[in-house]
């Protein structure tokens, strides 16, 4: 198994320099999320709409914990 940060090593490291066509493969992938929730739609187990309401409910609650934080 290899694993990856998709975005590179760290803040200041750009893996590609090092690591050209691991990146460029890496960089073609769909997201994880975005990979299970194709699977899960193959599969018939959610729909589109469903996994789209799931992400705005994700975001929804993102929104007003950060909302929440500004209060502090």
Same mark, same amino acid.
């Given at each position: ?7 590179? @090593?760290?803040? =200041? +490291? ?6 050209p066509?691991m990146? *460029? *493969? %890496?960089?073609?992938? +769909? &997201?994880?999320? *975005?990979?299970?929730a194709? *699977? !899960?739609?193959?599969?018939? =187990?959610i729909?589109? $709409?469903?996994?789209? $309401?799931?992400?705005d /409910? %994700?975001?929804q @609650?993102?929104?007003?914990?950060? /909302?929440?934080? !500004? &209060?502090?």
């Amino acid at each position: 198994m290899i694993g990856f940060r998709f975005y590179g @090593h760290n803040e =200041v +490291d750009e893996p590609s320099f090092t690591q050209p066509i691991m990146y *460029k *493969k %890496i960089r073609s992938m +769909d &997201t994880q999320p *975005k990979s299970y929730a194709n *699977k !899960l739609i193959s599969a018939g =187990v959610i729909s589109e $709409q469903e996994v789209q $309401q799931v992400r705005d /409910q %994700i975001n929804q @609650h993102f929104e007003a914990e950060y /909302q929440a934080s !500004l &209060t502090f």
